[in-house]
């Protein structure tokens, strides 16, 4: 299963449309459950899809064999990818991740599905909780 929030499955199917007919690929990050002051109604170790790096960010820095060089390492274990023209369906171009998000018009959840590495298709529970809040110092201390 996959946990990801409203707001950031919204957002990415913003991005999407905004950018069809072009195909938009982004590297996802995951915050704990037990981070949010929300109650997610999942185990607090569970990874909630929370963020994502954006597509262009890494600049003259391209991804190469799926891997996107622009992303922290140890970041991202989940992408998502859409499909201006379908399939509903990870490719082989796709499945680099252990988990990927798939979305297709008219770019609305309906129109979204998550699959793992084997192009199974993985459930999604989309969590009504915004994540914590971060700020730089969150960041700097952090290191």
Request: net charge negative; hydrophobic share 40%.
């Amino acid at each position: 299963m996959v946990h990801i929030t409203r707001g950031l499955l919204d957002g990415l199917l913003t991005m999407s449309a905004d950018r069809d007919p072009e195909s938009v690929s982004a590297v996802l990050a995951s915050t704990p459950a037990g981070e949010f002051e929300d109650a997610t109604g999942v185990d607090s170790s569970t990874p909630i899809l929370t963020h994502f790096y954006f597509p262009d960010a890494s600049g003259s820095v391209t991804a190469v064999f799926g891997v996107d060089l622009g992303t922290p390492a140890g970041s991202g274990r989940a992408r998502f990818v859409s499909h201006p023209q379908g399939p509903l369906a990870a490719t082989r171009e796709d499945t680099f991740a252990a988990a990927v998000l798939i979305a297709i018009p008219p770019w609305d959840v309906d129109a979204c599905a998550a699959f793992d590495r084997e192009n199974q298709e993985l459930s999604m529970n989309i969590i009504d909780a915004d994540p914590p809040q971060e700020t730089l110092t969150d960041n700097i201390e952090a290191e």
